[in-house]
């Protein structure tokens, strides 16, 4: 069964200073990989993607990931993170024929100045 | 492009009352799926739609609880006889389907229960 995880409950980072939240996946078959982020009561916002193609996938906000077919994992990447990155952040993985996806348990970004 | 939407925002009812939550799709979006989250937990699949059928459920969907997308537009999620344990936001996404369906989901803002 397709399954991704997310290793860590919170991360936290200066403003100013490269981000990383991480993500492994389980998946039969290839694999395609979504970020999502949260804002405090609301809905889901798509970020990127992986499909195939290229192991850098460039997204929305300055957001990019990294996919490693060796390691299994998508971790997700900005170079510079900004207060207003402060968010809840989901990685998922499409699972069978239908699109549904299947989301990781979250981690929550804290950017501080 | 209005997005998702999704009515009630917010609805709190007591145990033992139905509640309907509705979510209307991205108009040329074909497929429509309900999640539901509680704090702290990534969303969890219930089911989805392709047009007007129901193809597929989760476990999680429980007797007690109905969807439907009777004109292959707008879903309405019921929940019968709620109990406490159903407080969550209830999410409804929309994508378009094609021969490979690689989309991604378009999220709306949720419906969040509280039963007392």
């Known amino acids: 069964a397709q399954s991704v995880a997310q290793p860590e409950d919170q991360v936290n980072v200066a403003e100013g200073n490269p981000l990383t939240v991480k993500c492994t996946y389980s998946?039969?078959?290839?694999?395609?990989l979504f970020w999502y982020v949260q804002y405090p009561n609301r809905g889901l916002q798509f970020l990127l993607k992986?499909?195939?193609?290229?192991?850098l996938v460039k997204g929305s906000y300055g957001f990019e990931a990294e996919f490693n077919k060796s390691q299994t994992s998508f971790h997700l990447k900005k170079p510079s993170a900004l207060v207003s990155d402060s968010a809840l952040y989901f990685c998922?993985?499409?699972?069978?024929?239908?699109?549904?996806?299947?989301f990781g348990q979250g981690t929550e970004l804290s950017v501080k100045p | 492009d209005t997005g998702v939407s999704q009515d009630p925002r917010h609805k709190i009812t007591k145990r033992g009352q139905n509640v309907t939550f509705r979510c209307d799709p991205i108009?040329?979006?074909?497929?429509l799926y309900w999640y539901r989250q509680t704090l702290g937990q990534g969303p969890e699949f219930l089911t989805y739609f392709q047009n007007e059928a129901q193809l597929e459920k989760s476990r999680l969907l429980s007797d007690r609880f109905s969807a439907e997308r009777p004109k292959g537009s707008f879903s309405t999620l019921e929940i019968q006889r709620t109990e406490q344990g159903d407080s969550a936001m209830y999410l409804c996404?929309?994508?378009?389907?094609?021969?490979?369906?690689?989309?991604?989901?378009?999220f709306g803002e949720g419906s969040r229960l509280t039963v007392l």
């Open positions: 108009s040329e979006h074909n497929r």
């Open positions: 998946v039969s078959g290839n694999p395609y």
């Open positions: 996404a929309s994508s378009f389907h094609a021969t490979v369906g690689t989309g991604e989901l378009f």
């Open positions: 992986y499909i195939t193609g290229d192991n």
């Open positions: 998922a993985v499409r699972a069978g024929s239908g699109g549904k996806l299947i």
